[in-house]
Structures are given as C-alpha cells and as structure tokens.
C-alpha cells in the first residue's frame, strides 16, 4: 500500500505544518500592540488548528504504510518555513504567517498531485480538506494586514 512518493509529499506536509506550528504559537506568546488581543486569539486558533493536524498528517503516513520519521532536525531539513522572530512586529507576524500559508499550500498541491497521480481518493479527500483550511487562514492573515 505504500507510495513513496505520496508518502515523501507528506512528510514534506508535515514539516511545513509543524514548522507553521511552532512559529505561530511563537507569534501567539510574543505579538505585542494595539491588535494585541485579536491577533494573539487568532494564532491561538490557528495554531491549534495545526497542532491537530501534525496528528492527522502523521496517521495518513502511517495509513499509507510508512513510518513517520518526525525529530526536529528532520523537519528543519525539509521544511519550506522559516524560523519566526519573536522580537518581530505584529505587522510582521502576520505578513510572514501569510506568507507561510502559501508556502504550505504548495507543498499540499505537490502531495495532492502526488496522489491524484495514485488515484488514491482517501489522500486526495484529505489534502484537499487540508487546502481548504489553509486557503481560509492566508485569506484571514491577509485581511488582518494594514
């Protein structure tokens, strides 16, 4: 039942997102200003959105019959996300997290195509869900840009 290739997409899914995790829950502990409010309960929400679904993407590897190699040093290797500054302003914050939606969203099309490639349609339903949400989110950071 294992794709390498659909696998190897995912794990690619799987570094950017815990990456995003980790940097917007940065960004949720350390955004400072007068959007302070809104902005910290947005990357709570956001981030708690990813936190689940490092799980989620890890238990379709495992579903497709391959480990998940998951350290940090394996995810920095492969991940397209950049560490987050936590000394950055808020309009910075969000600027990179947009940034980084669209970052995420391109390693999800090359996974999607990947498995539309294999016609496997639980991979193919699952990644687009996954688009779904990260289209929401960048469209919610780009509309909290002055």
Not at 21 to 35: E, I
Not at 111 to 129: R, S, V
């Amino acid at each position: 039942m294992t794709d390498n290739k659909i696998t190897d997409a995912l794990q690619i899914v799987l570094a950017d997102n815990y990456a995003l995790y980790l940097k917007t829950q940065n960004y949720h502990w350390n955004v400072t200003g007068a959007n302070f409010r809104s902005l910290h309960l947005l990357f709570e929400e956001q981030y708690t959105d990813l936190f689940t679904a490092n799980d989620d993407i890890a238990e379709r590897i495992r579903t497709l019959g391959s480990k998940v190699p998951a350290t940090l040093g394996i995810f920095a290797s492969v991940t397209n996300i950049e560490d987050g500054n936590e000394n950055a302003d808020a309009q910075t914050m969000v600027k990179e997290l947009a940034d980084d939606q669209a970052k995420i969203l391109k390693s999800l099309t090359n996974a999607l195509h990947a498995a539309q490639k294999a016609q496997d349609e639980a991979t193919i339903d699952f990644i687009i869900n996954r688009i779904g949400v990260h289209e929401k989110a960048a469209w919610i950071l780009r509309s909290s840009l002055l």
